[in-house]
Each structure stands twice: as C-alpha cells, then as structure tokens.
C-alpha cells in the first residue's frame, strides 16, 4: 500500500546520519523530525537563522521572534544558536549542511528539480530552495509519486520552470525510494505492498529496475 | 559617540519620496520594522521598489503598502502568503522579482560591504540566470549577482543605543543586520533605546557606523502568521 | 547536539600533514591560537602554506614555526615585525604573498560562505591586480578575487561549549570568526569550554557548524607586542 | 619653521568634523586623535575591530584583546563595538568610514600614493592600506614633505609599487597643505614661516601656487 505522508518522513528519518547538520523543507519534510532516531545527534538548521531547532512550544510559550522557514512558532533547544540570513545562506552555500530535504512538483531523470512556480497560476517564489539545491551534497526530495491528476512527477524532462539542475539524488515518494543516476531514475525500494509494476505505470521518465527490489523497511 | 537618536518614526521617515527604492528586515511578519511601515502607509509615497523577503499578510506588514497600491515592484524570494498581492501580480499590476533568498541576503550584504559584485551557484539553469553572467569555478557553474542599490533601509532590532549599536533577538534578526549600512540611509527602530554605554561591546550584531537614524517604536504587534503549539 | 569537544591539542591536530595550507585566525599576537601553533611546532609539519594577517614576531606566534623553517610560503597583509620572516623572505627562503587586508578578510568569509569569487577595488593599479581580472562597476574599476582554499583553520575564541558555538572576546576577535568553516576542518581553541547550553544563543558569534573541534587551551601566555599606557 | 609632527596632527585634526567615523593610520596619524575639538563627536575606527576606541590604558590595565592596528594596546570608549575583520572592511570599502589619515612614503601628482614597499629593501606589506585607499572618498595624507635624504615625497610620477591609484586628495606636510586636483599639487597653506619658495624646492611635482598662500592656523 502506497506510504502515507507521515511514513515518507519516517523512511526518509532513516536516511540521517549522526552528526549531520539539517534542512528541512516545508511540508513533509518538516515532519522528517519527528522520526529521527533518539540514540544520534543531529542538528536542525532553518534557513531564517536558527541552528539547533526544538519541538513547537507548549501552548502559551510560543515566541513571535522564534519562528521557522515555515514562519510556525519554533522553540530553541540548548546549544543553539541564532544568526542573520547571510551567515545561514553562508551555512548552506558552504556545504556545511550535511543534508537538504525538500518537496518538489517535478523531478527529471537528469536531476532537474521543479517545486517554486506554476507560470500564471502559482507564484509563491523559490524562497531558500534555489541556494539549497545548487549547494547541497545531498539532497533528498519527499513528494508524492503522482500529482492530484494521476500524472508522475517522475518525469524525462521537467516542464515547470526548473530550481535547480542536475542536483537531485535521492527521491522518497508514497511508492518508492529511488535513486537518480546516470541519466535515469533507479528504484531502489519500493513501499509494503507495492508492486514494480504500479511503480512502473507511475513513472514517466526512464526507470531501471534491478532485478530484487526489497520493501522498505522503517 | 556621534548621536543617532531621533524623536520619532516621522523624524526617522524625514526623506522618503515617490520612486524611491526601499531596503525592509524581516521574514514574514517576524522582525519586521512595523513603525516604519505604518508612518509609510501614512505618508502614502508611491511608485516605491521594495526589498523584503516576503510581502507581509493581507492585512499587516508589507501587505499594509500594498492593499493602498503604493509598492510598483517587489524584490523578494517568497511571497506566498498575501492573496492580494498575488492578485496584483498575476494581473499585472505589481512588478515582481523573484530571487532565491540566499542570493538576496549577500545582495545585501555586499552593498554594506563595498562588493559591488560576487558569483554564486544559486538559480544557476533557471530564469533566475537570464541574462545574467555565468562562470565555472572550481567545476561548478556560477552566476554573477550585484549588490543592491537603495535609498533607505529600514530595519527592526530589539535593543539598541544612542550612537546606534544593535543587538537583535532570536530568529527576528533575520535580514535586518545584513540590511544595515545597504542603502543611502538606515533607520533602525527598537523595542529598547539606551543610552551609550549601556551594551556590552562584546554582544553588538551591527556597529552604529551602519546606521543613520534609530528610535525606539512606540509599540509592536508583533504577529505570528503560524501559531504551532504541542500539548504539555 | 553534536559533539565537537576533542580531549586536547593533540587529537585536535590529527590529520595535519607536511605541505598542507592553514588559515590562523589573530591580528599581531592578540586573539592567535597559541596551542594549537605550539602544536604544529611539536610536530615538526614542513612545507606549510599559512594564510595569516601576520607572522607573529620572532620567538612567538608564527615566529616559532619560521624559525624551524617549516613555512614554506605566508600568505598575509602585514609582516613588518618579524626579522627572522624578513631575512627569509629577501634570502628567497620564503615565498610571501603580500595581499590587502581586507580582501585577506572577505577571500576567507567567500570560502565559508560558498563565494567562490568576488568584486574589489582594493589592490587596483597596484602589483597586486598583476594577472587579475579588473573590472568597472558604477565607474570604479575592481578586482576579482577568488576564495581561500584550506585544509585546517586555527582559530582562538574566548568561550565556546561542546556543541562548537564561540565568543570572541575584544579585538581578540578579528580574522578569526571569518576562518571558522573557511577549510576543510576548522579546529578552534578557547579559554573556556563549556558545557551546551551555557552560552545565549543570541550572543554566539559562530555557530558550531562551522567547527568541527574545539578545545579548551592549556595555557595562554597572551603577549601584547606594544605596551602603551597612560599617566594616572 | 617646518612643522613637528605634532604639528603636522594638529593641523589634519582640524579637517575632523562633527559626526565623522575616522580611520587613523599607524605614526603621525595616530597622533591626531589627541588635537580633535572636544566639542564635537567623532569616532575612530581600528581596522583589527574596534569601533569607538579610546586613549591608552592606565598603567596596569593594559588588555591583550584589546589592541589597535599597530598593536598597541588601547580602551573602549562607552558605545564602543568590537567586531570581526570582514565587517571592519565592511566599514571601510562600503564608504561608511568618512574619513581617512594615513601616512606616505611618496605621493604623486595625480593622487597615486606609494606607502608599502621599497622593493629589495622594505617589505612590510600593506596591511589595510590598499583597502581603505581604494575606498575611502576622503583620504588625507601626513608626511614630511622630504624624505631623509632631502628627497621631494611630492613626485610628478610614484617611483615606488603603488598602494593605490588616484585617490589622495589632501596632503599636510612639515611645509604646506595641498590639494591634489587636475593631475597637480595646489599650494592651500603654508607653514608658519616657511615660504612658498622653500616649498616650490620641495616639489618636485607640478606645484600650482595662488596668489596668496595664507600661513596655517592651528
């Protein structure tokens, strides 16, 4: 059965390493923090200057000077530290961000990222994605595998207006973890109860499947 | 120390005019230097370029120039928060550019700096690099970003002195340190203006030197777009 | 929070390698990172490269490294009270790039920033703008100058907490926040090293992700190199 | 009579207006700060990171984190901000230091100036020098008019590397004031005494002379 939004954050939370500073982009991303692991270290970073991000406050506590990219009330948690844009665009831009998780609308075999405009439609801005997915080592994008119409977001060449090229490597949808590589998405692990084949019609750019996909496991 | 300490917002706004181009902290509504935006919505200057991250809600913050028509273009990285400006710029009304946000921090930062220019890998492959220059560095493609050029900035601390040091709290510092010493004039409003003396040296964020006028704002709303909460 | 606290120097300084470039953080003697230079000297490293806006004097900071002859090239601004750095430099031992100070400062603030080059007037017309490109912007000609590339910076803070986070003290400050994530691995030293949640977090000047050790020094012998005092 | 270097302080300190951020180079220029009107507000600015530095310590109170661009230990005056090296040349190349008094080994006509190096001989480095030349919109020099060997510093061309091009424009010497303006020194004042012929031998540059050259007051 296809993942639930909150199972996607979980796969992805195992995909956080000890030690990494983090990202977390709007939307299922955000909910990546709630399946961290307890047993390592991991720092948050949100790109309006907080390293070190907490839980949402206690009902009462929350700060209008403590908020995230998201703009949500935030809390701090000990060690933390708070910055200007520069300096967190500095953390991103200088690969010191071990890991970026992002949403997209479209993602292309080449790597191609699309997830800030719908031309006429949709204008909301790029806000941090643009320098986090030109910067980032490793990008991780979360979506869903197919759009409200049923057409893939897995696509040979995206047709919104691009993010960022060449730089996705990673993807976690409802159906699958896949791999991009080589020009071609790679499935990787496809979810319980999901077969190659739904993947398969679910996927329009070039999909090369190995001959054993494992189920995910969480 | 040379004396930055002004009356009010209205002695803090002497200058501004029709046409001009506008420097604001802030990211959405938090940090944002709410005084200075109501005496422009008073003082109803129009034709006004604004660059601010984002462009407030409907009803506060940026939204507030926007609702009277005073803003004809805005530079931001992400705006969608205000229905209304998104209606002024799908039809046309409102001039929009959209840059990603960490190019618009060092944007900043770079006209505080005397840099008239610098390369980034930001927006490198999308319409954000048209026509503009792009360079490999190190095997990675880059693209030439200029430091802004505006006449004021307007920006939002939460301590500051007389000679106009600046101290800011939590993640309402945002762009407002790299916005100070950007443009022509930098006027700075705090919650809290003490006399010289009164910050330790140590913990200033901006020096007085990148600021012209500071006063203290008689109040702050201080609004939060996304109220979050956990149970205790 | 991540841990970055290394148990000394010593462990501090693995990985150091003959031939390597380090970034020293200090102006003159004040604010340099005394172990972690005493360190290098212990381990008898050759043919170093040292971006550092100075060379320390004869028997202190870099001069101890000088003397041992195990600085193959300085990058620095400012050299002037160091004779044993001066003999080695016109006996064509050393090999000196003399660059502003300034664009010493922004070359290691692009190299944390992820700036790989940058814009500057200052240099221009002079020997330092030989085999550089020069550029006008708003009728001023500049200069392009590239990123520090690095493989260890040293740097000294006051206070810092395992986490990495740093405050810098005085003019003890300097080039050394600018150096922090400006190499491979930034190792930073400092008077008191304290436990995560000790230090404001609207006071940290550096992040600890921009560190990957930190230790508590030793000892600081804290040398002023111009003692001037006034009469009561 | 040629002025003292006092002298030569004094003077410049009267060019210090009320509400100026000035840059004080190491020798004669660090001397000005002890003639500025007590009446007016003015900050000094040291490139190393400090803003609103005061006068040397009192014996025993000396701070080895507390030091100026010579390294000379100082104070902090009340309002005073320390700050990190990127940001003091913020200050400087982002034209917010009004101000700045730096001393020459030789200036040219044209406003070139040479203050660094004497190849094979000297090599010091220029430390901020060429920052805040390059910069600064104000730049005054302080010099003796000859150098040790009796030699003009007033040159038609720098023989010396350059520090910066076409940017001093105003000098105060042991004998005069001038103006660089049109790819000339013009004479503005001459020191108590000291005529304009003593000053014309001095010149090795084009030296443009008014009728009159009223003598300095200080």
């Known amino acids: ?218 | 120390m040379i004396n930055k300490k002004v009356a009010n917002v209205t002695e803090a706004c002497k200058g501004v005019a029709d046409g001009m181009t506008f420097m604001l902290g802030g990211f959405g509504l938090s940090g944002i230097p709410e005084n200075a935006i109501a005496e422009l919505v008073r003082l109803n200057v129009n034709d006004v370029t604004c660059i601010s991250n984002n462009a407030g809600v409907d009803d506060f913050g940026l939204g507030l120039l926007l609702q009277k028509k005073q803003i004809k273009k805005m530079i931001s990285s992400y705006v969608g928060e205000n229905a209304e400006f998104e209606r002024q710029m799908l039809s046309g009304e409102l001039e929009v550019e959209l840059i990603p946000q960490g190019t618009l921090a060092q944007r900043a930062r770079a006209a505080q700096s005397g840099i008239p220019a610098f390369y980034t890998p930001a927006g490198y492959g999308t319409e954000v690099a048209e026509g503009k220059e792009a360079r490999e560095f190190n095997g990675k493609m880059h693209i030439l970003e200029h430091a802004f050029e505006a006449d004021f900035a307007f920006v939002k601390a939460w301590k500051g002195d007389t000679a106009g040091n600046l101290i800011f709290k939590g993640s309402a510092r945002n762009f407002n340190p790299n916005m100070c010493g950007a443009a022509t004039i930098t006027v700075a409003e705090v919650e809290e203006l003490l006399p010289v003396g009164s910050l330790d040296p140590n913990e200033v964020h901006i020096p007085g030197i990148f600021v012209q006028r500071i006063f203290q704002g008689e109040r702050y709303e201080k609004r939060i777009e996304q109220r979050t909460v956990r149970k205790k």
Chains 1, 4 share one sequence.
């Open chain 1, 1 to 218: 059965m296809a993942l639930s939004k909150e199972q996607i954050a979980q796969r992805i939370a195992k995909e956080v390493k000890d030690g990494y500073y983090v990202n977390l982009g709007i939307g299922i991303p955000t909910l990546v923090a709630n399946f961290v692991r307890d047993d390592i270290e991991v720092e948050f970073q949100s790109e309006n200057g907080v390293l070190g991000m907490g839980p949402f406050p206690f009902e009462g506590e929350e700060d209008p000077d403590l908020i995230n990219a998201g703009k949500q009330t935030i809390t701090a948690l000990p060690g933390a530290s708070f910055f200007d844009s520069a300096l967190s665009f500095s953390m991103i831009r200088g690969q010191h961000v071990d890991l970026t998780i992002l949403g997209a609308m479209e993602v292309a075999q080449n790597g191609d990222i699309a997830n800030w405009k719908i031309p006429g439609k949709m204008v909301k801005g790029m806000g941090g994605a643009m320098d986090l997915v030109a910067s980032a080592e490793n990008i991780i994008v979360a979506m869903m595998h197919t759009n409200r119409a049923g057409a893939s977001k897995l696509l040979k060449q995206c047709s919104l207006p691009l993010t960022g090229v060449q730089c996705v490597k990673k993807i976690v949808t409802n159906l699958a973890v896949l791999e991009v590589r080589d020009g071609a998405f790679h499935l990787l692990e496809r979810a319980p109860g999901v077969s190659v084949e739904e993947i398969k019609k679910a996927t329009e750019g070039d999909l090369v499947v190995p001959e054993n996909v494992p189920e995910m496991t969480f």
